[in-house]
């Protein structure tokens, strides 16, 4: 098993990508800890599913929009595991479509709080506890693109991760990689919440593909990312979108 022996943190475990993540970690031998906001029941079953498959985790609730939060998800990862090998960055999401007309202040730091200062406090977070490892963001294709009508804020700090992620490259690096996912149309709730149906069916007519992503195929690309079989990539972000945009 390519990560036997190391801990891994999966913030946003608790459905979809991370769910998917948290358990493809798990099964290369990674003791996982999965960290959710609201989702208990997924994150509940997820470390069922590891643990009777042999593996060890544990879920731990926590608002990683403030730093109470994060220290105490970092703190039970180390009381149960000690050290800190792997930090996947999953946590996050869109809140809500506004455009800046609409849009008032306390919604823009919101979503930056959810999307981007949650990446800086964890990854601070975690590195008096990582000798070695690396660290997996998760970006969107949004960073890239814009996003859809009313996404400014969310592609803005999705954006802002992507940046994040090649600087922590050159400041972290060689000891820890760092590298960045941007997920194009994944079929998981954030879609069920915010793209209506007649977008989700133009991407698959539009895709070479001619399919949504699924949390699986984030997962293994994460995995990837994880293990030394990335061992000379860092500061990328790497594009899964089923090719409807080639950067």
Same mark, same amino acid.
């Given at each position: 098993? =390519?990560?036997?022996?190391?801990?891994?943190?999966?913030t946003g475990g608790g459905r979809d990508i991370g769910r998917a993540c948290a358990i493809q970690l798990a099964q290369e031998g990674?003791?996982?800890?999965?960290?959710?906001?609201?989702?208990?029941?997924?994150?509940?079953?997820?470390?069922?599913?590891?643990?009777?498959?042999?593996?060890?985790?544990?879920?731990?609730?926590?608002?990683?929009?403030?730093?109470?939060?994060?220290?105490? !998800?970092? /703190?039970? #990862?180390?009381?149960?595991?000690?050290?800190?090998?792997?930090?996947?960055?999953?946590?996050?999401?869109?809140?809500?479509?506004?455009?800046?007309?609409?849009?008032?202040?306390?919604?823009?730091?919101?979503?930056?709080? !959810?999307? !981007?200062?949650?990446?800086?406090?964890? #990854?601070?977070?975690?590195?008096?506890?990582? =000798?070695?490892?690396?660290?997996?963001?998760?970006?969107?294709?949004?960073?890239?693109?814009?996003?859809?009508?009313?996404?400014?804020?969310?592609? /803005?700090?999705?954006?802002?991760?992507?940046?994040?992620?090649?600087?922590?490259?050159?400041?972290?690096?060689?000891?820890?990689?760092?590298?960045?996912?941007?997920?194009?149309?994944?079929? #998981?709730?954030? &879609?069920?919440? &915010?793209?209506?149906?007649?977008?989700?069916?133009?991407?698959?007519?539009?895709?070479?593909? =001619?399919?949504?992503?699924?949390?699986?195929?984030?997962?293994? !690309?994460? #995995?990837?990312?994880?293990?030394?079989?990335?061992?000379?990539?860092?500061?990328?972000?790497?594009?899964?979108?089923?090719?409807?945009?080639?950067?």
């Amino acid at each position: 098993m =390519k990560l036997g022996g190391k801990t891994a943190i999966v913030t946003g475990g608790g459905r979809d990508i991370g769910r998917a993540c948290a358990i493809q970690l798990a099964q290369e031998g990674a003791n996982v800890v999965i960290s959710y906001f609201a989702s208990s029941d997924g994150a509940d079953s997820a470390v069922a599913e590891i643990t009777g498959a042999g593996g060890n985790a544990i879920a731990v609730q926590a608002d990683l929009s403030t730093q109470a939060g994060v220290d105490a !998800l970092v /703190a039970a #990862t180390t009381e149960r595991f000690g050290s800190i090998d792997v930090l996947v960055n999953n946590s996050g999401g869109m809140i809500a479509r506004k455009t800046i007309p609409e849009m008032p202040l306390a919604h823009w730091q919101a979503v930056m709080d !959810l999307n !981007l200062t949650s990446v800086f406090m964890m #990854t601070q977070a975690v590195l008096a506890h990582m =000798k070695r490892g690396a660290i997996v963001n998760l970006a969107s294709q949004a960073g890239r693109d814009g996003g859809g009508h009313g996404s400014v804020a969310y592609a /803005a700090s999705k954006g802002a991760v992507m940046t994040m992620t090649r600087g922590l490259a050159k400041e972290l690096g060689p000891e820890i990689r760092v590298n960045a996912l941007c997920p194009g149309m994944i079929d #998981t709730d954030f &879609h069920n919440i &915010h793209t209506k149906d007649e977008a989700r069916k133009g991407f698959e007519a539009a895709a070479p593909v =001619k399919r949504q992503g699924r949390p699986e195929d984030v997962a293994n !690309l994460v #995995t990837f990312l994880a293990t030394d079989d990335s061992a000379f990539m860092t500061g990328t972000n790497v594009d899964i979108n089923g090719g409807v945009l080639f950067s």
